[in-house]
């Protein structure tokens, strides 16, 4: 099992980013996907998470700037940025629920992380 994050960079306060969560030795469509990052100093926190089921979730933070998707031909999962900021700025990291179910949690694999830095 892996996983492979990607897309991170570095941006304008405003503006969008797709991540990229590609996934090998298992199937996205029958594990949840989460999305968390984590900033220098601070705890990780989660982002989103996309179930086996499709029911999303989004921290109260990205609510409404984010979304979280699947393409199952790829085996991967996005993450949709967009009305960046700079409190945006962290290390996104995506991780595997699991279990073959709709949990969102716990999580039993992590990708390495792509970081994203937003620009005033």
């Known amino acids: 099992v892996q996983l492979q994050a990607s897309g991170g960079g570095f941006v304008q306060s405003g503006d969008s980013l797709t991540l990229s969560c590609a996934a090998s030795g298992f199937s996205v469509n029958n594990f949840a996907i989460g999305w968390f990052r984590q900033a220098p100093g601070k705890e990780r926190e989660g982002v989103s998470c996309?179930?086996?089921?499709?029911?999303?979730d989004y921290s109260e933070s990205v609510e409404g700037r984010f979304t979280i998707s699947r393409d199952g031909a790829k085996n991967t999962v996005y993450l949709h940025l967009n009305s960046l900021k700079p409190e945006d700025t962290a290390v996104y990291y995506c991780?595997?629920?699991?279990?073959?179910?709709?949990?969102?949690?716990?999580?039993?694999?992590w990708g390495q992380g792509t970081q994203v830095t937003v620009s005033s």
């Open positions: 991780a595997r629920g699991a279990y073959v179910s709709a949990a969102c949690r716990p999580y039993d694999y």
């Open positions: 996309l179930n086996s089921d499709g029911d999303t």
